[in-house]
């Protein structure tokens, strides 16, 4: 039996098979990924502007800032079994801290017009900019200014972590509600107003636009791919821990916390690692929800938020990254794009009386119950999709007809 | 000193009929955690609902039948909540029963927001209760004087209730084992659904109470009384319902005073402030049971 745990977490004891599927996956995953990177460039600069990549390129942003912060929700939730919902308020901290930071030092009296141009009077991507210039500079600060976004969200669940985690389940549910609250009412309270300008909006900060490269005349943008990346490397960066031997205690610990603890992992430590690096990327996730939006509030950022995050986890599957992300896309999709017509009052040219504003979210509320009351694993359940996955799915599905076949005509019997 | 009494009153009174308004949402909790171990993050949308059930029903029918209408429906929502909802999932995990009970809150204010259309809605005023009384020279709305005491009588009723009644036995037995209790021929489903009638039932006069206070519904008025309330829940030890009405009735009082002062920014933030050290010290809350884990 240990022999065969060790094949698993070994990769170089493992079947050849196995080593083959893997290599194919790797390769083939690389492949795609540029291949996406490529259709984003031409995205982003050479479609013409119309309806349709009017709605895709929103709907591809947000999808990817949503993948990223479901895939740090489930980080908690589905692979360390902590079921926190204080999501919201880390994306608070991630978004503000970016929004602060970046804000042109030229911007700070008309942004702050309420508290004297604010406290603090420099902005990372414009001293980037000094001498990088305005393309590669704004570029360079923002990835700096979303780093530290993070961290400042990692250090602050750091502190909330140490009373919380102690706490158990639903206990600890209503506890880092609670906290997001808190976080709320402290960044909308003038009392901070020099630094977070109270309940008033930030805006003029490095936005998604900003991150371009001018040639001469021509000028490339890369807002979408900018997301994209940022996106990627921290699933990619999250996947790597999961497959970690800290990501196994994770599951450990979330299986059986008496086992666990009775095979030597030390609880707290591991609890408080997860819920350390899953605000960190929640962090990240608000700093690019903020340059995506253009203008941040905290009073937007409610648990409703959260338990939309919650959402998407669960019909993606609690415990698997890729129907986050899967679902994160499909969600924001539905919502923002495909079922936009239930509230625009017809479908085509037939108008129907009761599709008007907010049928949508209705619709959308049932679809979900229906998810979660009957098909609790969600899309993809604890599973991964992978190339050599998908393609053992096609060339199985003539024997699973067979097998149903056969099935069907021994209950005939 | 009677400027001081003068200057303090309305909060101290505002503070004690939201109190107990935030009491009768909070006994729904108590006991459906108590029974079912289960936050019910869909009863402070409940408790909206009625307020805009009320609404909706007041504005064709008269007074003395939109009232017992705006119960009649409320229960009925928290009965076919619990029953589409929590039942199917009683084998489940915990958590998938509370992801439930969030989706289940998403629905109710997607609902509101579609028949508002996002609009806040004047709530109807009852007569008699929103006039206007003065106690030691402070003036005030009749309603506030009534809360305490309305929700003092439903409480020791509720109380009596369980004490003395066969079914009120029911609940006892099954909150203290739910297997034992189904072995002695309890029917479970029925004591169930019974702690959800009862929590609607005392959800939805809180609604008309808190509602004729604040005149105005909009979608996500519920959540924040919920959440209040679910605290002044665990600060009494969750599923002792004494134990909740002291916890909401001084939510309540302090929310008010810290108004008072000045600092409204954070009156929502001191309710989780409290939950958050009351988790610290006393988990169980001021009246709850301690248990122990077993391996």
Redesign the interface.
């Given at each position: 039996m240990f022999k065969k745990i060790n094949n698993a977490l070994n990769p170089s004891l493992r079947h050849p098979e196995q080593e083959r599927a893997s290599r194919i996956n790797k390769v083939g995953a690389i492949i795609l990924l540029a291949i996406l990177y490529v259709f984003l460039f031409v995205l982003d600069n050479f479609l013409p502007a119309g309806s349709f990549t009017g709605m895709l390129i929103p709907v591809l942003r947000k999808g990817a800032i949503y993948a990223l912060l479901c895939v740090s929700m489930n980080l908690l939730?589905g692979f360390t079994g902590l079921?926190s919902l204080g999501q919201a308020g880390f994306m608070l901290i991630g978004g503000y801290a970016y929004a602060i930071l970046s804000i042109p030092a030229s911007q700070h009296a008309a942004v702050y017009q309420y508290f004297d141009g604010g406290a603090i009077q420099f902005s990372i991507p414009e001293f980037f900019s000094s001498f990088l210039g305005a393309g590669l500079g704004s570029f360079v600060g923002s990835i700096i200014c979303i780093i530290i976004a993070g961290v400042i969200a990692a250090l602050f669940a750091a502190l909330i972590g140490i009373?919380?985690l102690?706490?158990k389940?639903?206990?600890l549910?209503?506890?880092t509600?609670?906290?997001a609250?808190?976080i709320r009412?402290?960044f909308?309270?003038?009392g901070f107003g020099i630094i977070t300008n109270g309940s008033n909006l930030l805006r003029k900060y490095t936005a998604l636009s900003d991150i371009r490269w001018d040639i001469g005349s021509v000028s490339l943008k890369f807002g979408t791919v900018f997301v994209f990346l940022i996106v990627t490397i921290c699933i990619l960066l999250i996947v790597l821990l999961i497959n970690s031997s800290y990501g196994r205690a994770f599951n450990a610990v979330r299986d059986d916390e008496?086992s666990a603890e009775a095979m030597g992992i030390n609880l707290f430590k591991h609890k408080m690692m997860s819920f350390i690096i899953s605000s960190f990327f929640a962090g990240v996730g608000g700093a690019l929800l903020a340059m995506y939006q253009t203008t941040i509030q905290s009073a937007a950022f409610?648990?409703?938020m959260t338990?939309?995050i919650?959402?998407m986890v669960?019909i993606g599957g609690?415990g698997s990254v890729s129907g986050s992300g899967i679902a994160a896309f499909l969600y924001i999709a539905a919502n923002e794009w495909w079922l936009r017509f239930l509230d625009s009052g017809s479908i085509g040219s037939i108008e129907v009386s009761f599709f008007?504003?907010?049928?949508r979210?209705?619709i959308?509320?049932?679809a979900?119950?229906i998810i979660?009351?009957f098909f609790?694993r969600g899309i993809m359940g604890d599973k991964e999709l992978s190339i050599t996955g998908v393609i053992n799915w096609f060339k199985n599905r003539k024997e699973r007809k067979l097998a149903k076949k056969i099935n069907a005509s021994k209950e005939g019997e | 000193m009677s400027d001081f009494i003068q200057a303090n009153l309305p909060y101290l009174l505002a503070g004690i009929s939201v109190g107990g308004q935030y009491a009768l949402i909070a006994i729904g909790y108590t006991m459906v955690y108590g029974i079912l171990?289960?936050?019910n993050f869909a009863h402070g949308d409940v408790f909206m609902a009625a307020g805009l059930i009320m609404v909706f029903a007041a504005a064709s029918l008269p007074m003395y039948i939109s009232i017992p209408l705006v119960i009649i429906v409320t229960v009925l929502l928290g009965f076919v909540i619990e029953r589409?909802?929590y039942k199917?999932?009683r084998s489940?995990p915990?958590?998938?029963v509370?992801?439930?009970a969030?989706?289940?809150?998403?629905?109710i204010?997607?609902?509101a927001?579609?028949f508002t259309?996002?609009l806040p809605r004047v709530f109807p005023s009852i007569p008699w209760l929103t006039d206007t009384v003065t106690i030691f020279g402070a003036i005030t709305k009749r309603v506030t004087v009534i809360t305490p005491i309305i929700t003092l009588i439903l409480v020791v009723a509720l109380v009596l209730f369980i004490k003395k009644t066969k079914v009120g036995m029911a609940m006892r037995a099954v909150s203290r084992d739910f297997q034992t209790s189904q072995l002695m021929g309890i029917k479970i489903d029925n004591v169930i659904s019974m702690t959800f009638i009862i929590g609607c039932f005392l959800a939805a006069i809180g609604a008309l109470l808190y509602f004729s206070n604040y005149q105005s519904v909009i979608p996500?008025s519920g959540?924040m009384p919920g959440?209040k309330a679910?605290?002044a829940a665990?600060f009494g030890g969750i599923g002792s319902i004494p134990g909740a009405v002291i916890g909401a009735f001084l939510i309540g009082i302090v929310e008010n005073i810290i108004k008072g002062v000045g600092w409204t920014?954070?009156s929502?933030?001191f309710?989780?402030?409290l939950?958050?050290v009351i988790?610290?010290v006393k988990?169980t809350g001021i009246f709850g049971e301690k248990k122990t884990d077993k391996?």
């Open positions: 939730n079921f009373p919380v102690r706490l389940s639903d206990y549910a209503i506890a509600l609670g906290f609250e808190i009412a402290i909308q309270w003038n008496i409610t648990s409703a338990y939309e919650l959402l669960v609690i008007r504003g907010g049928f979210k209705v959308f509320s049932i979900i119950m979660v009351l609790s | 171990r289960l936050i589409v909802a199917p999932l489940a915990r958590m998938s509370m992801i439930s969030i989706g289940v809150s998403y629905l204010q997607n609902c927001l579609y259309g996002g996500t959540s959440l679910f605290v665990v920014t954070f929502d933030a309710t989780f402030v939950l958050i988790l610290m988990p391996v």
